[in-house]
T-cell receptor, first 113, second 108 residues
């Protein structure tokens, strides 16, 4: 069974631009969570989607948004990029709810210049 | 604000010894606790989950949970150089909160 895939793997943007990251969960998994990982703050929860509905949201500004499609694929968008948005963005998929069957993708490394 | 605290390390342990990693959490109502391992440049992988007070063993790994003290730990027996990684403690039932991780270095 294929794992979680994230595209692109690396991205360089400049301040003020916007970016869209994509996550394809493991086949059969209906839940997707997004995390931001930085050396200073560690792994921080962004949001969680289940069956195209946002189920939970972390403490990030409204510039961070996401959505999930009917095939469970998910996208997250960051508008008006800031230097502090440089981070590794990780997507995790699981079957329904709970982290016991949560599998992380390889991540997208975003650099904002 | 729910918090999960870990010592950042690095924790250096001789090969073959027991590595002990600790974590405290603030949300007394939490029911689900996890340990992830993250190698440098890689994404986290789940190695242990625990839901009840006491110990849970899986191979060389033992997770220990004490809800009264809001404390969860991970013991790695017979430590190997391949265990060198950052270990993330995670707590939560719907929204998972991660600690910042403890860097573990196994000395050959």
């Amino acid at each position: 069974k294929a794992g979680v895939t994230q595209t692109p793997r690396y991205l360089i943007k400049t301040r003020g631009q916007q970016v869209t990251l994509s996550c394809s969960p493991i086949s059969g998994h209906r839940s997707v969570s997004w995390y931001q990982q930085t050396p200073g703050q560690g792994l921080q929860f962004l949001f969680e989607y289940f069956s195209e509905t946002q189920r939970n949201k972390g403490n990030f500004p409204g510039r961070f948004s996401g959505r999930q499609f009917s095939n469970s694929r998910s996208e997250m968008n960051v508008s008006t990029l800031e230097l502090g948005d440089s981070a590794l963005y990780l997507c995790a998929s699981y079957q329904a709810q709970g982290a016991d069957t949560q599998y992380f993708g390889p991540g997208t490394r975003l650099t904002v210049l | 604000q729910k918090e999960v605290e870990q010592n950042s390390g690095p924790l250096s342990v001789p090969e073959g010894a027991i590595a002990s990693l600790n974590c405290t959490y603030s949300d007394r109502g939490s029911q689900s606790f996890f340990w992830y391992r993250q190698y440098s440049g890689k994404s986290p992988e789940l190695i242990m989950s625990i839901y009840s007070n006491g110990d849970k063993e899986d191979g060389r790994f033992t997770a220990q949970l004490n809800k009264a003290s809001q404390y969860v730990s991970l013991l790695i027996r017979d430590s190997q150089p391949s265990d060198s990684a950052t270990y993330l403690c995670a707590v939560g039932d719907d929204k998972i909160i991660f600690g910042k991780g403890t860097r573990l270095h196994i000395l050959p």
